[in-house]
């Protein structure tokens, strides 16, 4: 067997110098405009990160979405650009993307998705462009005219997913600013996908957005990888009251959630004008985490509800920017350890 490679890397933070590998095993990742840090996901109270990527190398400066696909590659929106970059699992330091995608006419871009084809979903809120831009599978450089998805009961886009069925979620509000999820067919066709279902209605509890501006993000969504089960993360335009609804697998029509997680107790803090990008992010195992306020991650446990207590909040130990943009979670499934101490995939170790 040839000897594992460990990554390592040194970063310079406000002039405190940080040295860690690449983090191994689960990991939840947070954006920053300039920057991607990474913690493992079963840390609780201070934490150093175990990954940073960051440097002029990078390009990033308006990083938001971020969302990691089957092969633990980053995928990163920039919103006030018209960039998608996608860097690799071991991406660390000042590294350059693996791949850089362009929209020209452009920008906004608070949302992104990646389906198991590694079809990129590109959300736009511009709207001049508003809709959802679909980047085909290794798709680089400048892509002037994508396909484009709109949906003609939202006039104001929020956020994307894609469900365990490779079919595009789109959260927003109609004209009247009631919050709607619409579901398309995307796994029957990218370029005229049809409308499957939607999610609508006093019922659902979802706050209305009449007074949300067009690159204010208040609504964020996620499905559970295992169950796909529907996370709303919702409030209201002056962040009065935030939740997080969870709603079953394919809900349709003006039904209730299964259970929600809201209250003084949760740590969930709505914010007047958060960063673009996803705020709410499922691990395989049905944890909740989110991108919270003061840079605290909050986690919540499998089916937790009401009025509780983060079950972990990993805060970063290191000086850091001000604010979260997106958040995203890796698993570390099918990795091991080797005798040097390094953590690669199972299949990788099996090839070697």
Same mark, same amino acid.
């Given at each position: 067997?040839?000897?594992?490679?460990?990554?390592?890397?040194?970063?310079?933070?406000?002039?405190?110098?940080?040295?860690?590998?690449?983090?191994?095993?689960?990991?939840?990742?947070?954006?920053?405009?300039?920057?991607?840090?990474?913690?493992?996901? &079963?840390?609780?109270? %201070?934490?150093?990160?175990?990954?940073? $990527?960051? +440097? /002029?190398? *990078?390009? #990033?400066?308006?990083?938001?979405?971020?969302?990691?696909?089957?092969?633990?590659?980053?995928?990163?929106?920039?919103?006030?650009?018209?960039?998608?970059?996608?860097?690799?699992?071991?991406?660390?330091?000042?590294?350059?993307?693996?791949?850089?995608?362009?929209?020209?006419?452009?920008?906004?871009?608070?949302?992104?998705?990646?389906?198991?084809?590694?079809?990129?979903?590109?959300?736009?809120?511009?709207?001049?462009?508003?809709?959802?831009?679909?980047?085909?599978?290794?798709?680089?450089?400048?892509?002037?005219?994508?396909?484009?998805?709109?949906?003609?009961?939202?006039?104001?886009?929020?956020?994307?997913?894609?469900?365990?069925?490779?079919?595009?979620?789109?959260?927003?509000?109609?004209?009247?600013?009631?919050?709607?999820?619409?579901?398309?067919?995307?796994? &029957?066709?990218?370029? %005229?996908?049809?409308?499957?279902?939607? $999610?609508? +209605? /006093?019922? *659902?509890? #979802?706050?209305?957005?009449?007074?949300?501006?067009?690159?204010?993000?208040?609504?964020?969504?996620?499905?559970?990888?295992?169950?796909?089960?529907?996370?709303?993360?919702?409030?209201?335009?002056?962040?009065?009251?935030?939740?997080?609804?969870?709603?079953?697998?394919?809900?349709?029509?003006?039904?209730?959630?299964?259970?929600?997680?809201?209250?003084?107790?949760?740590?969930?803090?709505?914010?007047?004008?958060?960063?673009?990008?996803?705020?709410?992010?499922?691990?395989?195992?049905?944890?909740?985490?989110?991108?919270?306020?003061?840079?605290?991650?909050?986690?919540?446990?499998?089916?937790?509800?009401?009025?509780?207590?983060?079950?972990?909040?990993?805060?970063?130990s290191t000086p850091s920017p001000a604010r979260f943009a997106g958040i995203a979670f890796r698993s570390g499934r099918g990795e091991h350890k080797d005798d040097d101490g390094c953590w690669r995939r199972t299949?990788?170790?099996?090839?070697?």
């Open positions: 067997m040839k000897p594992a490679l460990c990554v390592a890397a040194v970063s310079m933070f406000f002039g405190v110098q940080l040295a860690h590998a690449v983090c191994s095993h689960d990991a939840v990742f947070v954006t920053f405009s300039d920057q991607i840090r990474g913690y493992s996901a &079963r840390a609780n109270g %201070a934490t150093e990160p175990c990954q940073v $990527l960051q +440097g /002029p190398l *990078t390009t #990033l400066m308006s990083a938001g979405a971020i969302v990691i696909d089957r092969k633990d590659a980053f995928h990163v929106a920039q919103f006030g650009n018209d960039a998608v970059d996608i860097f690799p699992r071991k991406a660390e330091g000042n590294q350059a993307p693996g791949r850089s995608i362009t929209l020209p006419m452009t920008n906004d871009l608070p949302g992104i998705a990646v389906d198991s084809r590694l079809n990129d979903f590109v959300l736009s809120v511009r709207p001049s462009t508003a809709g959802v831009m679909v980047l085909p599978v290794n798709s680089s450089g400048p892509i002037p005219n994508p396909v484009r998805i709109t949906d003609p009961n939202i006039t104001q886009y929020q956020s994307i997913a894609i469900d365990g069925d490779d079919n595009l979620l789109i959260a927003g509000y109609d004209i009247q600013g009631a919050a709607i999820i619409d579901t398309f067919g995307t796994s &029957r066709s990218v370029s %005229a996908p049809p409308l499957l279902r939607s $999610l609508t +209605g /006093p019922k *659902t509890g #979802l706050f209305p957005g009449r007074d949300v501006f067009f690159s204010q993000i208040a609504t964020s969504i996620a499905v559970d990888p295992r169950t796909d089960e529907l996370f709303v993360y919702n409030t209201t335009a002056d962040a009065s009251q935030t939740q997080v609804s969870v709603f079953a697998a394919k809900a349709s029509g003006n039904v209730r959630p299964l259970r929600t997680i809201s209250g003084p107790a949760t740590g969930i803090i709505g914010e007047r004008l958060p960063l673009p990008g996803n705020k709410i992010a499922v691990s395989e195992d049905g944890r909740l985490f989110i991108a919270g306020q003061n840079l605290r991650i909050l986690a919540f446990a499998p089916g937790a509800r009401g009025n509780v207590a983060p079950s972990q909040i990993i805060e970063d299949d990788e170790a099996g090839r070697n």
